[in-house]
């Protein structure tokens, strides 16, 4: 098994920034991809950005390109989210998810086997 404990949500204005980890622990040799999913109030859960083992090949949705950034500490099994010009409709639940698959290209909810129990992010305009 494997454990996921997502930090660092929080409020912030539009325009500012946030960082979230997600400390993996238990069976984490068995992690080849880490990712980042949010869902906001009456919407469906949607990926934002993963990143996978071995070469560290990332992908984002249009929606963060050259706003979010996804990176890994193996040393410390842990992954970030650092998340900066922020807008409101950034705002919801941010879930951590992980697969035991190396993942290419897009990815939904159904690909990744564990989840943490995810951290609020709001964003006032």
């Known amino acids: 098994q494997v454990q996921l404990v997502e930090s660092g949500g929080g409020s912030v204005q539009a325009g500012g920034s946030l960082r979230l980890s997600c400390a993996a622990s238990?069976?984490?040799?068995?992690?080849?991809?880490m990712g980042w999913f949010r869902q906001a109030p009456g919407k469906e859960r949607e990926g934002v950005a993963r990143i996978n083992n071995g070469g560290g090949s990332t992908y984002y949705a249009d929606s963060v390109k050259g706003r979010f950034t996804i990176s890994r500490d193996n040393a410390k099994n842990t992954v970030y989210l650092q998340m900066n010009s922020l807008k409101p409709e950034d705002t919801g639940m941010y879930y951590c998810?992980?697969?035991?698959?190396?993942?290419?290209?897009?990815?939904?909810?159904?690909?990744?086997?564990?989840w943490g129990q995810g951290t609020q992010v709001t964003v006032s305009s």
């Open positions: 238990g069976y984490t040799y068995s992690i080849n991809c």
């Open positions: 998810a992980a697969s035991s698959a190396l993942i290419v290209g897009a990815a939904g909810p159904a690909d990744f086997g564990y």
